[in-house]
């Protein structure tokens, strides 16, 4: 019984909280929204959802920011909550009343609380894309100190004060670090792709076919490096010619391979 109770504290009991901090009467749903880029390079974005003081790790989603290029963190979250929100609107049109309560894992389920990883900036924002777009629903900011920890919550034009040391604070602190490990772990997966394609691209003889073929067998760029010209060609795809091509390739590099073609 013990256990229970310290476990709706922490998830029910902090919900409830952070609405009385907030004066909301009803809140379940929450959805918190995080922006990764390394210097505008691949932005994009993240979107994870709790109820009732639960992580709800099927309804999290990733977005690949398109219309905005370079470091614009503000520009990145307008179409991320553009997206967001159009796509649950029209999911709602095609889906009548019944199937929408039943919907798994889709866009139709609106927050009872926006939380966004910053303040003002962040906020005004998302109330900007909710008034775009007709909707009514809360936007809280969490906002951080100079050391990038949670210091309190801005929420209609006011930051508001909250005690570090209470269930409701450890529940926005647990939201606000999932919406960024899930957007940097999005990114770090992008990065990675670009690499090993672009790696894999500069060898003569391995396009797209050959390059996934590789990647399926030997499951990483490393991998493939330490591969003697035996094993690359145990890929079925990949003949003795090519086999060659990519063990030379990983041993002198593309520069020297260039040059000794030359010199040939």
Do not use: W
């Not at 210097?39 to 709800?56: I, R, T």
């Not at 709602?92 to 927050?111: C, H, M, V, W, Y």
């Amino acid at each position: 019984k013990e256990r229970i109770k310290r476990e709706e504290g922490r998830t029910i009991g902090a919900v409830k909280e952070n609405a009385a901090l907030l004066k909301l009467e009803h809140v379940s749903r929450m959805e918190a929204y995080d922006i990764s880029n390394i210097s505008g390079f691949a932005n994009v974005g993240s979107m994870v959802v709790f109820e009732k003081g639960k992580a709800k790790r099927s309804d999290y989603r990733k977005f690949r920011i398109q219309s905005v290029s370079g470091p614009d963190d503000y520009g990145c979250m307008k179409e991320v909550l553009t997206r967001r929100f159009l796509h649950g609107m029209e999911e709602k049109e095609e889906l009548n009343r019944k199937e929408i309560d039943q919907a798994f894992g889709s866009f139709t389920k609106f927050p009872d609380l926006l939380l966004m990883d910053g303040g003002r900036g962040q906020v005004n924002i998302a109330l900007q894309v909710l008034e775009e777009l007709h909707l009514n629903i809360p936007v809280c900011g969490m906002v951080k100190d100079d050391n990038h920890r949670t210091r309190g919550l801005y929420y209609q034009n006011v930051e508001i004060p909250i005690d570090t040391h209470s269930e409701g604070f450890k529940l926005i602190t647990r939201i606000q670090d999932e919406a960024h490990r899930f957007a940097i772990e999005y990114h770090r997966s992008l990065r990675s792709k670009a690499q090993v394609k672009s790696m894999l691209d500069e060898i003569p003889g391995v396009g797209p076919a050959r390059r996934k073929a590789l990647m399926k067998h030997f499951g990483s760029i490393n991998e493939i490096k330490e591969a003697s010209v035996e094993q690359l060609c145990e890929v079925k795809e990949i003949p003795e010619n090519i086999g060659r091509q990519i063990y030379e390739f990983f041993r002198t590099g593309p520069d020297k391979e260039a040059e000794a073609r030359q010199e040939q």
